[in-house]
T-cell receptor, first 109, second 112 residues
Framework: RKEVEQDPGPFNVPEGATVAFNCTYS??????FFWYRQDCRKEPKLLMS???SGNEDGRFTAQLNRASQYISLLIRDSKLSDSATYLC??????????FGKGTLLTVNP | DTGVSQNPRHKITKRGQNVTFRCDPI?????LYWYRQTLGQGPEFLTY????????KSRLLSDRFSAERPKGSFSTLEIQRTEQGDSAMYLC??????????FGPGTRLTVT
């Protein structure tokens, strides 16, 4: 089993749609959780940290379920500029980040 | 620009040659990380420094790879006797707060 597994995608959605990304992780000792966004041929950029209480930043909502070892990201009212690869990321006690393969999102006009 | 910087941005080399990449982290960040990313995959951890101390190395970091951070500021990653399988994007990241890592633009290595 891979350490971090994401929906394989790709996702193609129209502008304004709501899209959800799912992720599971295998190491129950993982301590921190993130979503990063990566544009084509660019570096990953931190989108948001994920907490057990859930967190929201504008159109983006992230949830963490430690018992199920499951992380999610919801994008509401998607924009053309949301088109990118979304990476689910898990951190351990040694600060090493483990990335999923990413899910490509294309938002169409 | 006060973000993480990496040089060079692109490197084409012949198999068997040595290459060295440089990373300048965000100035107040004491942690520095190297990752490698190949097409269609997420970044994979290579090594990590806290100040000048190299605290962890991945099994991906063969003996042909060496990384240094001599004064706890910039870091270099050297690959000796490059192989075609070394072709990848090499990403550097830095952090101050645990785990919130900020990435540089990467160095894209092509080994011919």
């Amino acid at each position: 089993r891979k350490e971090v597994e994401q929906d394989p995608g790709p996702f193609n959605v129209p502008e304004g749609a709501t899209v959800a990304f799912n992720c599971t992780y295998s190491n129950s000792a993982s301590q921190s959780f993130f979503w990063y966004r990566q544009d084509c041929r660019k570096e990953p950029k931190l989108l948001m940290s994920v907490y057990s209480s859930g967190n929201e930043d504008g159109r983006f909502t992230a949830q963490l379920n430690r018992a199920s070892q499951y992380i999610s990201l919801l994008i509401r009212d998607s924009k053309l500029s949301d088109s990118a690869t979304y990476l689910c990321v898990v951190g351990g006690s040694n600060y090493k980040l483990t990335f999923g393969k990413g899910t490509l999102l294309t938002v169409n006009p | 620009d006060t973000g993480v910087s990496q040089n060079p941005r692109h490197k084409i080399t012949k198999r068997g040659q040595n290459v060295t990449f440089r990373c300048d982290p965000i100035s107040e960040h004491n942690r520095l990380y190297w990752y490698r990313q190949t097409l269609g995959q997420g970044p994979e951890f290579l090594t990590y420094f806290q100040n000048e101390a190299q605290l962890e190395k991945s099994r991906l970091l063969s003996d042909r790879f060496s990384a240094e951070r001599p004064k706890g500021s910039f870091s270099t990653l050297e690959i000796q006797r490059t192989e075609q399988g070394d072709s990848a994007m090499y990403l550097c990241a830095s952090s101050l707060i645990a785990d919130e890592q900020y990435f540089g633009p990467g160095t894209r290595l092509t080994v011919t």
